[in-house]
């Protein structure tokens, strides 16, 4: 599986991007596409994750609300759309590929949000904030 990045770039505090995510190599449907971030000196935290055929979205608290992950199946495409940005949303953006049952979140259990659940990366794309 190959995943690429792109949509990321320098943008004012309260601005939105559209992340995108390339998606290749599939050979079944039982994979879901997560988006990560990563600012540096801080772990990797997972945003969102949407299953392979979209009917399943999860989001982390912080990213709830100003977030919304999409995709297109046709043009296997996985997007993030991230509105009212801050300053600490600054960080390289990953999105990764995951077994489908793995997208799931609940009281209990939310392996989405776990990075060692996810098998193959992007290289990630920047997304700078500024005040």
């Known amino acids: 599986v190959q995943l690429v990045e792109s949509g990321g770039g320098s943008v004012q505090s309260g601005s939105s991007l559209r992340l995108s995510c390339e998606v290749s190599g599939f050979t079944g449907d039982d994979s879901a596409i997560g988006w990560f971030r990563q600012a540096p000196g801080k772990e990797r935290e997972a945003l969102s994750c949407i299953s392979r055929r979209g009917d399943r979205r999860y989001y982390s608290d912080f990213a709830r609300g100003r977030s919304t992950i999409s995709n297109d199946s046709a043009k296997k495409m996985v997007h993030l759309q991230l509105t009212g940005l801050r300053p600490e949303d600054t960080a390289v953006y990953y999105c990764?590929?995951?077994?489908?049952?793995?997208?799931?979140?609940?009281?209990?259990?939310?392996?989405?949000?776990?990075?060692?659940?996810?098998?193959?990366w992007g290289q990630g794309t920047q997304v700078t904030v500024s005040s």
């Open positions: 990764a590929a995951t077994q489908d049952f793995h997208c799931y979140c609940d009281s209990r259990h939310c392996p989405f949000t776990m990075p060692a659940a996810y098998s193959d």
